[in-house]
């Protein structure tokens, strides 16, 4: 039993005076039927609230977010690989002027790019809601990348 747990019928006996507990109740009973409704919305939002706490942004969980919210298996994060590329640097400012490969590469892909989101090519028009939920639970100044795969 919750704390938020409220029986209406028992709340309204108990606050009656024992002369006044026959057809009263039915009566206040049909007048806070909004109350009742308000209520109920509560509880769901309540429910709804606790569910979405229960995520954060490890990888496990966030991944069990996503799959759940859209509804399939077939979504995998994992941690972006590292990539260390040669460039060509500026006597002057080291700085690259071309970076990797003929520029290949670009910039946000050298380093450390913090983790992947694999996609299933399904769920390819499902981008924007993706990348908020991988927003709203994702640690700040952490970057991701979305792949859409087959």
Known sequence: MSK?????????????????RGNVVDLIEVLIKPLKKLYYKFQIFKQEEEKALSYNAQMPKLQKLLNDKLETGGIYIEDSPYNVVDGVWENAEYKPKEIGFWGLLAAADIGYNGFVVYVPSG????TNIIKALVDRYKLAGTTYRIVIYN
């Open 4 to 20: 938020y747990d409220l029986n209406f019928r028992k709340f309204i006996v108990q606050s009656l005076p024992i002369r006044l």
């Open 123 to 126: 769920l390819a028009g499902k």
